[in-house]
């Protein structure tokens, strides 16, 4: 019951126009940075390197593929949830517009099950966007740039990565931005439990991550108690596995903080959904 249900959400994602503009978001967003790139790249890396040159020799391709892939990871992750928000925070809030809310509560299968179903339904769309992204900019990023070392600008100075040393650190990095995604994604979702409208979860959601990110970027004392626990905190956590050598602590932090915060949200919106009135 539980695998049907999940499949017709699916079908439900599907069928909505606003679920590829994501996607084509990202496409297109991409295809942008690349062609500029392109163009322009080695004016963009000498910007880099122009303070290490005096010090440092740099040969090779440096503008490969791995390098633009980690760009556009840095660049994107940050506008990607307000992607994922726009389709999962209509999943209940937007049957609740249209009156079929009424229908889906009436069927034989319990509420737990319905809301389960469309969590794991925003969690594949999500990792759909997520390999989107990982194929525009990795895979597409070496087909044109061509594959080398990555070189990493930190606080603290350089990081150069050998080529054999980068594929596993891509697939973990998205591994856990796909985590962070999903974390956005039950937000989300549990924002749209306690809304009669689309609008509202979507513009709810985007708020939250503001604030969080606001309060999670000031330097202020009464903040530095808070800001381990935010999911926003941990959302940047995929740079950890292009750290040398590896913090595992940091890493499973992370992943523990953004694991509960799914759980909690997920509570809350069971609790909530349990109780709508299937006359509203």
């Known amino acids: 019951m539980l695998f049907k249900s999940t499949y017709n959400e699916l079908l439900k994602i599907a069928y909505k126009p606003r679920s590829y503009i994501g996607l084509g978001g990202i496409v297109l967003i991409i295809a942008i940075i690349l062609f500029a790139m392109k163009v322009d790249g080695m004016l963009y890396i000498s910007l880099i390197t122009g303070q290490f040159e005096q010090s440092l020799l740099f040969e ?15 660049m994107l992750i940050i506008h990607v949830p307000l992607l994922i928000a726009f389709v999962t925070g209509d999943l209940v809030s937007g049957e609740s517009a249209m009156g079929t809310i009424r229908l889906l509560l009436t069927k034989p299968i319990s509420r737990f099950t319905i809301l389960l179903s469309k ?19 990795v895979v597409l ?16 100075g350089l990081v150069v990565f050998q080529e054999n040393d980068i594929n596993w650190r891509f697939f973990y990095a998205f591994m856990i931005a796909f985590l962070s995604l999903v974390t956005v994604a039950t937000l989300a979702l549990t ?10 979860p979507i513009v709810s959601t985007m708020g939250i991550i503001l604030l969080f990110t606001i309060i999670g970027s000031m330097d202020v004392p009464i903040f530095d108690s808070i800001r381990p626990y935010l999911f926003t905190t941990h959302m940047a956590a995929w740079r950890y596995f292009f ?5 595992y602590t940091q890493i499973i932090y992370s992943i523990i903080i953004l694991l509960s915060h799914i759980a909690v949200l997920l509570l809350i919106a069971f609790l909530k959904f349990s109780k709508k009135d299937i006359l509203s």
Do not use: H, R, W
Not at 141 to 156: E, R
């Open 60 to 74: 090779g391709n440096i503008l490969n593929g791995n390098l633009i892939a980690f760009i556009i990871i840095q």
């Open 119 to 137: 969590f794991f339904a925003s969690c594949i769309y999500t990792f759909i966007v997520t390999l989107c992204l990982a194929f525009m900019s």
């Open 141 to 156: 990023g070496k087909l044109i740039f061509g594959t080398g070392d990555l070189m990493v600008l930190k606080s603290d």
């Open 191 to 200: 924002l749209s439990c306690f809304s009669e409208n689309s609008i509202g």
């Open 243 to 247: 750290d040398d050598p590896l913090n």
